[in-house]
């Protein structure tokens, strides 16, 4: 079992920065791939980044490649989302998940979940 707890959210202007963190629970979170979705009120949910259990590799929405950046630190459980180059269109709800030796982007492969953090950018 995992648990997962985001934080770093807020409210920025477009152009900003910001830096999400995603602490978890447990001895074996390098066992488990690690990703960020997020989801905008009235819309779906949609996948913005992943990092496999080493974190020797990445994967990122086309709409976020080269401006964020996901990385972690199996060392103190936490994995981060880096995001620079903020636009209104990145406003949503982030969420961190993790899947048990999977490291893709197909949602349903994700078993745990955090609560989320609101990211906000302003125009």
């Known amino acids: 079992q995992v648990q997962l707890v985001e934080s770093g959210g807020g409210l920025v202007q477009a152009g900003g920065s910001l830096r999400l963190s995603c602490a978890a629970s447990?001895?074996?979170?390098?066992?488990?791939?690690m990703a960020w979705f997020r989801r905008a009120p009235g819309k779906e949910r949609e996948f913005v980044a992943v990092i496999n259990m080493s974190g020797t590799g990445t994967y990122y929405y086309d709409s976020v490649r080269g401006r964020f950046t996901i990385s972690r630190d199996n060392a103190k459980n936490t994995v981060y989302l880096q995001m620079s180059s903020l636009k209104p269109e990145d406003t949503a709800v982030y969420f961190c998940?993790?899947?048990?030796?999977?490291?893709?982007?197909?949602?349903?492969?994700?078993?745990?979940w955090g609560q989320g953090t609101q990211v906000t950018v302003s125009s």
């Open positions: 998940a993790a899947a048990r030796g999977y490291s893709g982007m197909e949602t349903r492969r994700y078993e745990y």
């Open positions: 447990g001895r074996t979170f390098s066992t488990y791939g």
